[in-house]
């Protein structure tokens, strides 16, 4: 695809990861909708990405309810057009040991982080096989991979999303669409934040560097993922984690 406008949906791009990712994309051209449930009152993603020169929209959208995503879709092709670009960015930590894991805190991550994935994916992807051009990006991290206390529901929600992102890149193989994963370490936004200092100087004992990752470095990779330029790249889980995990 080179001479119609991309579009890209970010979800949960209101904040941390998600926004970064979203004005990385607005700066290599592409017009974004900013989708996310909750919009903060103190930053607008949007407003920074008009200023940037592209176009953007705000969607109020909850990706574990397929009505919702569906919703949101319609929105997008409405107001900005076919989208071309989806990044799985959404997620959510409900982080318990196994022996007093609640149902909610099972399914909650599971239904937003994985299952999000799947409607967000099962909305939009005819719209990229139609035009024989798209990149999925999900947003997985180092937990999927390696596994970590306390996080079963949410490394079964990441790691289901590593398994997803591999089926997919061989179906739509053929299509011009190519599906990577992005598999973020310890990085700094309000996720981690609230994280008592104990837990943190725990994780970043694992981190070689003894650094947290921006939200910039994450942005950088997905924005890699998305151009012409990894074309030929798919199924991979690209690791940004500072050499946490290897
Ligand atoms: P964050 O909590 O700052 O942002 C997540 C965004 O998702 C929020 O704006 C939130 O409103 C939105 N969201 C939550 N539930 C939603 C729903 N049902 N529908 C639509 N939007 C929803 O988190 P952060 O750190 O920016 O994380 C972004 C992604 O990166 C998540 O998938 C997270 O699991 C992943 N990740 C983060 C790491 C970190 O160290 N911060 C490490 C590895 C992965």
């Given at each position: 695809?080179?001479?119609?406008q991309k579009?890209?949906?970010v979800t949960g791009?209101a904040?941390?990861?998600?926004?970064e990712?979203a004005l990385e994309?607005?700066?290599?051209?592409?017009?974004?909708a900013?989708?996310?449930i909750?919009?903060p009152?103190?930053i607008s993603?949007k407003?920074d990405i008009i200023?940037?020169?592209r176009?953007?929209?705000?969607v109020?959208?909850d990706?574990s309810?397929?009505?919702?995503?569906?919703?949101?879709?319609?929105?997008?092709?409405?107001?900005?057009?076919?989208?071309?670009?989806?990044?799985?960015n959404?997620?959510?930590?409900r982080?318990?040991i196994?022996?007093r894991?609640?149902?909610?805190?099972?399914y909650?991550?599971?239904?937003?982080?994985?299952?999000?994935?799947f409607?967000?994916?099962?909305a939009?992807?005819?719209?990229?096989?139609?035009?024989?051009?798209?990149?999925?990006v999900?947003?997985?991290?180092v937990?999927?991979?390696?596994?970590n206390a306390?996080?079963?529901?949410?490394a079964a929600?990441?790691?289901?999303?590593i398994g997803l992102?591999?089926?997919l890149a061989?179906?739509f193989?053929?299509?011009?669409?190519t599906?990577n994963a992005v598999?973020p370490?310890?990085?700094?936004?309000?996720?981690?934040?609230?994280l008592?200092?104990?837990?943190?100087?725990?994780?970043?004992?694992?981190?070689?560097?003894?650094t947290?990752?921006?939200?910039a470095?994450v942005?950088?990779s997905?924005?890699?993922?998305?151009?012409?330029?990894?074309a030929y790249i798919s199924?991979?889980v690209?690791?940004?984690?500072g050499?946490?995990?290897?």
């Open positions: 695809m080179t001479d119609t579009i890209a949906l791009a904040r941390g990861i998600g926004r990712i994309l607005a700066k290599k051209g592409i017009d974004i900013v989708a996310d909750h919009f009152d103190d993603t407003n200023a940037l020169g176009k953007a929209i705000e109020k959208v990706v309810k397929p009505e919702s995503v569906k919703e949101a879709v319609e929105k997008i092709n409405e107001e900005l057009g076919m989208i071309s670009i989806l990044i799985n959404a997620g959510i930590t982080d318990n196994m022996l894991m609640t149902d909610e805190e099972w909650s991550v599971i239904n937003i982080n994985l299952n999000g994935a409607n967000c994916i099962k939009i992807v005819r719209q990229m096989t139609k035009n024989r051009w798209g990149r999925i999900n947003v997985t991290s937990v999927g991979q390696r596994g306390g996080q079963a529901n949410y929600s990441k790691a289901g999303l992102t591999k089926a061989i179906e193989a053929s299509r011009g669409v599906v598999a370490g310890f990085i700094d936004t309000e996720m981690t934040n609230v008592p200092d104990k837990v943190k100087e725990m994780l970043l004992e694992q981190v070689p560097s003894k947290l990752g921006a939200p470095d942005a950088k997905v924005a890699f993922l998305v151009s012409d330029d990894a199924g991979h690209l690791a940004v984690n050499g946490m995990y290897m």
